[in-house]
């Protein structure tokens, strides 16, 4: 995966870190502005679902800010940020499963009487059929996803999609390291196995793409 | 050779975090193995395929935080848990002290009570009487006892005497009136009985008479309509057969006109033929 300058602003982040947690609040702000998307994308990749991701994300930065000057190592932010928004992710879970009721958004499903979504990706210019296909293979796999359990969902997003370190991840999830990679390993398998059954492997995939 | 390797390893090696010795160690166990290689090339085509999913783009929207941090006892770890014991106490204490609750215990077990203790006056006792005393009254009371009974007695036996005496009257007067009736029934039944017989009879044979009669009528009703009807199917079976025949015999007369035509028409076309036969005859002779 090619790293934006936005990546390469998160590595080298530790003045800012530093600022902020002296109480800058620019440099909060900044803090803010670098990681927002990636912790969104975390909760929304965990529960497909907008508005339980901005609260998340909303609810990490604003602990993250007052709980910011308590960072003894800035080395660690990166599986801190992590902590505190699994934790939020967890904690709304928990509320989605007390309360049964379905969301509007769930029974309209605005995104079926949009237009696809390629139109909408950066890579428009490129084949329609083959950026459609993409974009169904996508969905296939973000509802694949959250068929996994809530563990290996965690460590799933966290490593392939958040490009975590297993020793970050194992950090975070407060677990063994080995565990997170046996973790993966077998929400790999789960995944792997959903798209079988959907007939879509290396090979079917190579050939559509 | 013995290496196996676990998940833990196999995911280490799929992420490049895996280095030095065990590196080696699961390169070498590819190399000698189809399967595993053929798995891990199935693990890199999931990776693949997993990164098609795109990261939604959103804008962060401000994030205020008041950083006063005038932490009010409440925020506290256990503060409210504290609080809310506390609270229970004194509720139990202030409604114990309004309703006057009082716990006892003693040999008998826990007491738990409301309002004032109540004082039970001692029980004054009366002087014991002697047995003579007693046995004298238990002997008043039996004579007084028996006096009664005899009494009431005396006055159910009168009574009864008197009850069976009048119904012994009413029942002799009873069978009297019941001999009357039988033989008062025994003689007027042989000629009241005739004449409900004969009158029986003769109601019975006028009905017969009646509804012969009207069957009858109706027999001849229903023959003469059944006549009827099937002169009318008859006549209906006749005209429909004429009607046949007479199709049939349109159908003969049309298809012998057609063929009469038809013959008329060979016969024309071969005499026309013969004709230009004989003309060419003749002109080659």
Redesign the interface.
Known sequence: MAETLLDIAMMHSDSLLLRARQGDKNAQGKLVQLWYKRIYNFAFKFFQDHDLAMEVAQKTFISMCRNLEGLQDTGRFKSWLYTIAVNYCREELRKKKSNKSVPFEFVVNPEAENSPRWEGSAMRHENPEQQFQQAELSEILQQALMTLSEEQREVVIMKEFEGLKFREIAEVLNISENTAKSRMYYGLDGLKRILEQRNITKDTVHYEL | MSYKPN??????YL?G?MEGEERERMELYLAENANARLEL???K??????????????I????V?D?H?TRSLWDFPYAKTIISIAASLLLIMVVGRLTSTTVSSDDSGIRISFGAKETIPPVTNTPMLTQAEVQEMINASLSDNNNTWQQSLAENRQKIDESIRKNLAVNTRNSERVDALVQQVASASKDQIAAYVASIQTENMRMMQDYMKLTSTEQKDYMENLLVDFSKYLQQQRNDDLRLLQTKITDVEQNSNLFKAETEQILTSLINNSGTNFQKAGIRN
């Open positions: 998940e833990a390893a196999w995911m280490a992420y975090e090339e199935n693990m085509a999931l990776q693949h395929m997993l990164r098609t999913v795109e990261d939604k783009e959103v962060a929207p401000p994030i935080v950083n941090k």
